[in-house]
Structures are given as C-alpha cells and as structure tokens.
C-alpha cells in the first residue's frame, strides 16, 4: 500500500508539470522590485517561468485563467533560516531520541506544510541531526519524486566544544552525539567544513557565540578564537561556499563581519559599529525576532530564563538598533528560526510583522523576505520578484498586505516552479492534506 500510495504521487506531480500557460488574475500585484501596487494586471505563466506581465484584455485565448478575486499577488516567500526537522520545542532533548530517518520523513511533512504556508524557498542554518536527511530531501525534492520548497543550507551548525551547538547539561561521564557538530581549533574546524560540503551543505553556518536555547553557555561570550575563525572563512572561501555566522555578542558579530561572513544570524547585541561593517562588507543581516516572542514566558525551553531574560529587558532595545541598520542600508531578509514540526506553519509570517515594528515599512518587510532573501542566497537572477524569465514562485494573499501584513499567514494561492500547489478558491491542493 505504501509503495502504492508512492507511486501515486509521484504520478500526479509529475502530470500537473505537463506544459500549461496560466494567466493569473488579481486587483493587485507586489512585484518585489517596485515601491508601489501594480493593479488589474495577469500574470502570464508559461512551463516554469514567468513570461509577461500584461493586461486582462491581452490574456491570450489559449491561456488557464485563474481568477483570484480580491487578493494581492507577490513573489513565493523566502525563508532565511529554517530548522525544519526540529520536531520538538525541546530540541537538545529530542536530538537524542529520534533517528534520522524518523526526522526525514517528520521534516518532509513539516516541508510540505511550510509550502502550502508560501514558503517556496527555504535556507537551512543547520539542524538537530547526527546525519544528512535535510540535504537528502533537497535531492528527493530536485528530483520531482516528492513537492516540497526549494532548499539549500547547512546540514549542521559548527560549534566548539561547550559552545551553543553542544550539549552542555550531561555529566562528563556522559558521551552523546552534540546537536551541533564539534570542532576545536583550525584543523579541526577545517575538516568539518569539508566533511559539510563534501555530504551536501552548500553553506556553512558557524556558531560564532553562545545561543539563547541552548543550555550551559552565554550568548555574550565569543565561542571561536581569531586563528580559528579565519580559517574557517578561509576554508569556506576555497570551496567557494557562502558562511552564515550565528552571533549575539557585539564583539562576535563585528569579528565575523569583518573575517567576511555572507550573514549575521540573529544580531541581538549588533551597535553603531557593527551597523558600519555591514554596511561596508555587504553583509546581509537575518535578525529572527518573532522567535523569542513566540518562546516568551513558556515552559517549553530548557533554557528559558535566558530567552526571557533577553525578551524582557532587551527587546525594544534591539528593535531600534534594527531599524537603524535598515535606515543605515543594511540588507536585511527574513527568517523565522522557528517553524519546526511542532510549530504552525503559520506562525513563520509573524516575522514580517516584527520587521515593521522594527521600523521597516510593509513594502520592505515584504521584500526583505522576497527579493532580499533570493539576493542573500544569490539566486535573485531567477527568484525574489515577479518579471519575465524568473521561476513562477507566485503566492496570492486575502486583501492587501501593506494594509494588514497578517495576511502574509494566509495564502490562498500557491505557486512553485509554475506548478499550482494550492487554490483554495477552488478548493485544490496537490498535497495530500
């Protein structure tokens, strides 16, 4: 039954991939590109692509029309920084108890949910994993055999030891298998970046300071040594593979801009200097606010005073320095660090909102995780905006989102590769649930 059911759908995907040109009708489009609306246009869509944008009365006859009344059409959204196999908010605990074979499949399921939430693109900055399953789903997915985003990213995030990717809470009589990957000193971590690309990570993401959800660390202290950090760009420069630096501490996110980090993860403690570096390495910053809201005052965390801590006394803090990176030219693009498998989909939008509390308008969140995203993960010549010869990665959300940017948690509409994934006018969804 279960090959059965594989087979399946497998067949469907690949029938609905079978050439179409759709013209896709809504008041509003948000191209990623411009600063206003365009209105009462079609998008034209022919096999994967984009072909036009044009107007109703241009829509050649052969052409689907799909007729999304009353929504406004915008580019798939990008997720920056994802953990899709996390499957329980007691990540470090659940690391332990589930294989990776069990995460692959939760983490499919959860990837499915995430497309049918519009994310269309998502970058992984490591995961709870001994193995490889993020970067297996990536070919399973390439391969049309399953419908799932687009992936790319680290397998793990590399730590040092008693930093924030290890398991700092055991006694040292103890010997686990740490959530993160482990490497002290220059060869050490030089081998790890390797051993990275060599199964798949076509990034790597570095725990450059401690973390807010890990026990037994600080995230004010500066986990790596200069000698070890250099040699960890320097090694991911050779293979030609982009670095994303998890940093909190002030001092570690200026060092990590300054050895050439593509992206600050995170940022909590960025200043006026670390706003100046950015500026002038072209350094992309993925601050994923909403996360420590979400996670405030629970009991889900082992480590939750730490994130309370923070979300209490430093938050307002934080969301001005972020909204002065942005006036200041700072690239920022969006990522929830959140939406595991025991998290609704849903909920990964919510960071549009915090962007726009940070002092962002409705138009640059939107881009900041559209065409910014798409930037960062240099694939912008082919994904971010709505325009001819890009991929038809096209979403289509209730009402107008630079009116009520909580829409964004909501699409009716969903595009990947210009095979329709969800049309909830129409009651359709090419997922099985």
């Given at each position: 039954m279960y090959r059965l059911l594989l087979l399946i759908l497998s067949f469907s995907y690949l029938s609905m991939t079978e050439a179409e040109t759709y013209a896709i009708i809504a008041p509003r489009i948000i191209d990623g590109n411009a600063n206003t609306v365009l209105e009462n246009q079609a998008i034209l869509v022919m096999d994967a692509e984009i072909s036009a944008i044009i107007e109703i009365s241009q829509i050649p006859q052969n052409a689907v029309r799909i007729n999304l009344p009353d929504t406004t059409l915008m580019p798939g959204m990008i997720n920056a920084h994802e953990h899709p196999l996390l499957y329980k908010h007691d990540y470090q605990n659940a690391h332990l108890q589930g294989s990776s074979a069990y995460k692959a499949l939760l983490?499919?399921?959860?990837?499915?949910?995430?497309?049918?939430?519009?994310?269309?693109?998502?970058?992984?900055?490591?995961?709870?994993?001994?193995?490889?399953?993020?970067?297996?789903?990536?070919?399973?997915?390439?391969?049309?055999?399953?419908?799932?985003?687009?992936?790319?990213?680290?397998?793990?995030?590399?730590?040092?030891?008693?930093?924030?990717?290890?398991?700092?809470?055991?006694?040292?009589?103890?010997?686990?298998?740490?959530?993160?990957?482990?490497?002290?000193?220059?060869?050490?971590?030089?081998?790890?970046?390797r051993k990275e690309i060599k199964?798949?990570?076509?990034?790597?993401?570095?725990?450059v300071t401690g973390a807010f959800m890990s026990v037994g660390d600080n995230p004010k202290n500066i986990a790596f040594s200069p000698e070890e950090l250099a040699a960890a760009l320097e090694e991911a420069a050779r293979h030609n593979i982009p670095v994303a630096a998890h940093a909190h501490a002030t001092e570690g996110i200026n060092q990590a801009i300054i050895a050439g980090a593509r992206s600050i993860e995170h940022g909590s403690y960025l200043n006026e200097k670390s706003i100046a570096l950015m500026v002038e390495h072209n350094t992309y910053y993925v601050p994923t606010i909403y996360i420590g809201d979400y996670y405030a005052h629970s009991d889900k965390l082992l480590a939750q005073s730490k994130n309370d801590d923070f979300y209490l006394s430093f938050r307002d803090d934080?969301?001005?320095?972020?909204?002065?990176?942005?006036?200041?030219?700072?690239?920022?693009?969006?990522g929830s660090d959140l939406c595991g498998y025991a998290v609704p989909s849903a909920v990964c939008a919510r960071e549009f909102a915090t962007l726009i509390e940070a002092g962002l308008s409705p138009m640059d969140a939107i881009k900041a995780g559209t065409i910014v995203g798409a930037q960062l993960l240099q694939w912008d010549n082919r994904l971010g905006t709505i325009e001819p010869g890009k991929l038809a990665d096209i979403i289509a959300v209730p009402g107008n989102p630079l009116n009520d940017i909580s829409v964004l948690e909501n699409p009716v509409f969903v595009m990947k590769d210009g095979v329709i994934i969800v049309n909830q006018l129409d009651n359709y969804s090419a997922l099985p649930y």
């Open positions: 983490g499919l399921s959860n990837l499915q949910r995430l497309l049918k939430s519009g994310w269309t693109s998502i970058r992984v900055m490591g995961d709870g994993d001994v193995y490889y399953a993020n970067q297996d789903l990536r070919k399973v997915i390439d391969a049309g055999i399953f419908i799932g985003p687009r992936l790319t990213g680290a397998a793990h995030y590399i730590s040092i030891t008693g930093g924030g990717g290890d398991i700092n809470y055991l006694s040292s009589e103890q010997s686990v298998i740490a959530d993160g990957l482990i490497a002290d000193g220059p060869d050490e971590i030089r081998k790890a970046i199964y798949g990570s076509d990034w790597i993401k570095l725990m934080w969301l001005k320095m972020i909204g002065k990176a942005h006036r200041a030219g700072v690239k920022i693009a969006v």
